[in-house]
């Protein structure tokens, strides 16, 4: 579809939520650019553990967001359980938040047509004037198993138990933080895709986005 307006979509929600799959489909569709903010994160988290430093740390952490090689952005360790792990330990750090939040908006700011945005805080710190708001939440079990399932497709040796944990552990981390923590921004329209699978959330999202480029408010809530 084609619109002669930039649009600009925000898309928030737990870890493996399935957001990554439906921003991608979101911004195929609308012909958009597509950041997975969650990499950058990921990115820092896995340069700190390379070079030996404390993901804990937050001066070391800054210094390595504000110096951050894109290149790791293609990095295959990116998506491991470790990089998601320090991502999340890194990501409390308000130096590193700062130092990222300028290439996320330049990011929304420069790509022709608009952008979709994915990660936890782009509704609510990153974007707060995005034009469409999503909240992607499925349950923690829903989510595990999904991830299992991924990982195991990757060829990864993990347990479902280790999985179902680490979706916990991230949840309480993301959420409970004082530096941007996980939330649905107030005007973010809540999709619960515990019961759906990729092809039916995609539907309810593209009613959301196309009830908003038609002048109505796509039943927010
Ligand atoms: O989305 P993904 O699982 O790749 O994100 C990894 C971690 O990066 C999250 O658990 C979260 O702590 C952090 N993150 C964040 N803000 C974002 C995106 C990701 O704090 N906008």
């Not at 619109?3 to 399935?18: H, K, N, S, T, Y």
């Not at 569709?29 to 994160?41: E, I, K, V």
């Amino acid at each position: 579809m084609t619109q002669d307006r930039r649009l600009v979509i925000a898309i928030d929600g737990p870890a493996a939520a399935g957001k990554g799959t439906l921003a991608r489909r979101i911004a195929e569709n609308y012909g958009l650019a597509f950041l997975d903010t969650g990499a950058l994160y990921r990115a820092v988290g896995l340069a700190m553990l390379r070079s030996g430093l404390d993901p804990d740390d937050p001066e070391a952490a800054a210094r390595v967001a504000r110096g951050l090689d894109l290149e790791l952005l293609e990095d295959p360790e990116l998506r491991t359980l470790k990089a998601g792990d320090a991502a999340s330990r890194v990501a409390r750090h308000a130096g590193v938040r700062a130092a990222l939040l300028e290439f996320q908006r330049d990011f929304a700011r420069n790509a022709p047509g608009g952008a979709v945005l994915d990660g936890r805080d782009i509704g609510t710190v990153v974007l707060p004037d995005a034009d469409v708001k999503l909240f992607v939440t499925a349950s923690a079990q829903v989510r595990a198993e999904r991830r299992y399932r991924e990982l195991k497709e990757q060829g990864r040796d993990v347990s479902f138990e280790d999985v179902l944990a680490m979706v916990k552990e991230r949840d309480a981390r993301d959420a409970a933080r004082t530096e941007a923590p996980m939330k649905p921004a107030p005007d973010a329209h809540l999709l619960d895709t515990s019961e759906m699978d990729i092809c039916a959330a995609f539907r309810a999202a593209r009613r959301i986005i196309d009830a908003h480029l038609a002048g109505g408010t796509g039943g927010r809530g």
